[in-house]
């Protein structure tokens, strides 16, 4: 059914105004990063700052261990997310293409361990970590992270395998492909939109953690950019300029990736609908 004129303008605007909402807080960010420190404390809201300034950046990027801690986080997230990505394949093909005696049952313990508060789980991971004597060691938070995103991850891609018809591999079989290349040739690239959605919700998962990672780490030079995020404020005083600057910073790498991946983003979370 075709929308009238008032219609498409209104929810315009309604879409431009929940829009502006959301976008605000980054907004107040970025322009606090690039006020001076008598401009942050000033008692009047300017949305557009009168006057600009790098300093807030310079000390941020000069500020002691935040190349170590850029690594540290880069290491961590990203071998979650590529750990997790090649489990979840391996466990979503065989729950979506077989049927065997507990299937249901296992699905619903996914979905369950999916729903669990991460905080639930702090005590547990703290005490599994010290048994195998990986506390203050980034494998501990790779292994964590690893195990946060992977329920989540093992349930999208169960729904993204499902929605491709098992029909293509076994035509593929039959002109020439084993199981491996059809699923290769096949199923895989079909997949790519299921393996962008999941690794970039991965990725922000992994990449915002900060209480595993400030527990674990008890060494400085092991830490990451969350806790970095925190040493700006003292027992006297808050950086506030150096805080916005460091945030602005800090978000660069997952928009980067979110913008690379944006168009697969959305086809993606279209394509992953699991049928009744």
Avoid: H
Wanted: with cysteine; glycine share 8%.
């Amino acid at each position: 059914m075709k929308k009238s004129l008032t219609q498409r303008v209104t929810l315009s605007v309604i879409g431009i105004l929940v829009a502006l909402v959301f976008f605000f807080p980054t907004y107040w960010m970025f322009t606090t990063s690039l006020k001076t420190p008598g401009d942050v404390l000033s008692p009047k809201y300017d949305l557009i700052p009168t006057s600009a300034t790098l300093s807030n950046f310079a000390s941020a990027l000069t500020k002691p261990g935040f190349v170590t801690y850029l690594g540290n986080s880069l290491i961590v997230t990203l071998g979650a997310v590529i750990a997790a990505l090649v489990v979840g394949v391996l466990a979503a093909i065989p729950l979506a293409r077989f049927r065997f005696r507990g299937r249901k049952g296992f699905l619903l313990l996914i979905l369950m361990a999916q729903l669990a508060p991460l905080s639930a789980l702090f005590i547990p991971m703290y005490l599994l970590m010290r048994d195998l004597g990986l506390l203050n060691t980034l494998p501990s938070l790779l292994l964590v992270y690893f195990a946060t995103s992977l329920p989540f991850t093992v349930w999208m891609l169960y729904g993204f395998v499902n929605g491709i018809p098992y029909d293509l591999e076994e035509a593929a079989m039959i002109d020439g492909c084993s199981r491996t290349g059809a699923f290769r040739r096949v199923t895989l690239p079909l997949l790519g939109p299921g393996l962008v959605t999941t690794s970039v919700f991965s990725f922000i998962t992994a990449w915002n953690e900060f209480l595993f990672a400030l527990v674990f780490m008890r060494d400085q030079s092991k830490q990451t950019l969350p806790v970095w995020l925190s040493s700006f404020r003292t027992a006297f005083s808050v950086d506030w300029g150096g805080v916005m600057a460091a945030s602005v910073v800090y978000a660069i790498p997952a928009l980067v990736f979110f913008l690379i991946v944006q168009r697969k983003l959305v086809s993606g979370m279209t394509a992953g609908a699991v049928k009744g």
